[in-house]
């Protein structure tokens, strides 16, 4: 029965075992539970002014404390929750939006409406990313953890739409999908179950990079000043070290503890996409 089950979910299987899987898999695991059960170990909340300041880490301060005397392990927990959620919230609309688009663009392909889909797709391509992100922040005097998803995920998924475009060019023209056609089945449909379903890992992975790429773009505008105007984020608690010359005046605990998190999550999840990638592409997987 175990065999049979292997032999059936094989990718799932190379996935499980793949290394790089395991490791990206427990690191970023690891931080995903700290976000979630790290306020609970914090008597303080992240406004609160919890002890002296230029406090280095100690058993009463686990992070240390700010220049104004703020628990720096409490707002790195808090801030890991809002960053965390603006990433996945932003990845997952970037990966909806550009699957869409990729999906009709690929099925119509070579026709006014595919041109239509991949000139739009190309405007949002040359425009540059960053610069835009902060205009828009800029002008938006109120953004919540829905706004800056939305502001993110705005620049993100024109790759996503060429890529997946791209794949469904090569699929459309097998049998499978011909013999939908002439049972005259929806497009929907045909998209749905033909082309989307045979498509699932390689849409994953897409997932797994928007939520990467988001993330980083929101610590970015974050540190930049441009972030959610309200609560904390780990973007945030990195500008205030920056404002507050943090390292100069040796509170290195401050800039590079939170610094380091963002660091070990990207790392984590760039090691879950390449060991995805091995483990789906039977040319890459290891001996």
Not at 32 to 45: E, S
Not at 49 to 62: K, V
Not at 110 to 130: A, K, R
Not at 218 to 237: A, C, D, N, Y
Request: glycine share 8%; aromatic share 12%.
């Amino acid at each position: 029965m175990i065999a049979s089950f292997l032999k059936e979910h094989e990718n799932l299987y190379y996935a499980l075992t793949n290394k790089k899987v395991i490791v990206g898999l427990v690191l970023f695991l690891s931080i995903v539970l700290l976000a979630l059960v790290g306020p609970m170990l914090t008597p303080y909340d992240y406004e609160e002014y919890a002890g002296m300041p230029y406090d280095p880490p100690s058993p009463n301060h686990w992070f240390g404390t700010t220049i104004m005397g703020r628990d720096v392990f409490t707002l790195t927990v808090y801030g890991l929750r809002s960053t965390l959620l603006v990433g996945f919230i932003a990845g997952t609309i970037a990966t909806v939006v550009g699957c869409i688009i990729g999906f009709l663009a690929g099925y119509y392909g070579g026709s006014w409406f595919d041109e239509i889909l991949m000139m739009i797709t190309n405007i949002f391509v040359v425009i540059p990313q960053l610069a835009l992100l902060i205009i828009i922040s800029a002008f938006l005097k109120v953004r919540g953890i829905i706004v800056m998803s939305v502001i993110v995920s705005a620049t993100a998924w024109p790759w996503t739409a060429r890529a997946v475009r791209s794949q469904t060019l090569s699929l459309k023209n097998q049998e499978y999908v011909s013999l939908s056609r002439i049972s005259a089945l929806s497009v929907a449909r045909i998209l749905r179950e033909d082309i989307a379903s045979n498509m699932f890992s390689y849409v994953f992975m897409v997932f797994i990079l928007q939520f990467n790429g988001t993330m980083l773009s929101t610590v970015q505008l974050e540190f930049l000043g441009l972030g959610p105007t309200r609560g904390v984020s780990l973007g945030l608690v990195m500008q205030d070290a920056v404002n507050w010359n943090a390292i100069q005046l040796g509170m290195w605990w401050w800039a590079i503890i939170p610094g380091l998190i963002i660091t070990v999550m990207i790392t984590s999840l760039y090691l879950v996409n390449t060991g995805l990638d091995a483990a789906f592409n039977p040319r890459l997987r290891e001996a």
